[in-house]
């Protein structure tokens, strides 16, 4: 079983930066795709950045050039850095570990973007 763990949330002024992490247990995390996806109360959860086990990112393109992903496979950790924040980035912020046939979710850490 894996268990994801989110952390890094919190409040931020606009134009500010926040980095999220997501710590992974288990034994596949090298071998999986990490996703970071946000949600707002009654839309859908949406993809914000991903990124392969070689390495390959993918970003929305509402983020492109604020939001970095990066991962750290010997600590099994992914990390979101975001800069240049605006009020829209206000969502819970959660990471999805996928591999064949499986799909993991972290519980959600909190974004609030605000003056």
Avoid: H
């Avoid at 288990?26 to 950045?49: C, D, H, M, N």
């Avoid at 990390?79 to 993991?104: F, H, W």
Wanted: charged fraction near 15%; glycine fraction near 12%.
């Amino acid at each position: 079983q894996v268990q994801l763990v989110e952390s890094g949330g919190g409040l931020v002024q606009p134009g500010g930066s926040l980095r999220l992490s997501c710590a992974a247990s288990g034994s596949i995390f090298r071998f999986s795709t990490i996703g970071w996806y946000r949600q707002v109360p009654g839309k859908q959860r949406e993809l914000v950045a991903s990124i392969t086990k070689v390495g390959s990112t993918n970003y929305a393109d509402s983020v492109k050039g604020r939001f970095t992903i990066s991962r750290d496979n010997a600590k099994s950790t992914v990390y979101l850095q975001m800069n240049s924040l605006r009020p829209e980035d206000t969502a819970v912020y959660y990471c999805k570990l996928t591999i064949p046939g499986r799909v993991y979710w972290g519980q959600g850490t909190q974004v609030t973007v605000s003056s």
